[in-house]
């Protein structure tokens, strides 16, 4: 099932660690997918960030 960025980004900072993610409602499955779906990138081990283009207001892209 897709994940709603929306939704899941909700409550999330910019760069975040698997247990906010997990703390945030997020199950593996969904975090994954998102990295999958390049919606997130994996900065380290555990350690996710929102790419600066998800953030940027669609007009500008």
Request: no cysteine; net charge negative; glycine share 6%.
């Amino acid at each position: 099932m897709a994940v709603k960025w929306d939704d899941a980004r909700r409550g999330l900072p910019v760069t975040f660690i698997y247990s906010e993610a997990r703390l945030g409602g997020l199950s593996d499955r969904q975090l994954y997918q998102l990295r999958d779906d390049d919606v997130i990138e994996v900065i380290d081990r555990g350690l996710f960030a929102v790419p600066m283009w998800m953030l940027l207001p669609m007009s500008i892209v």
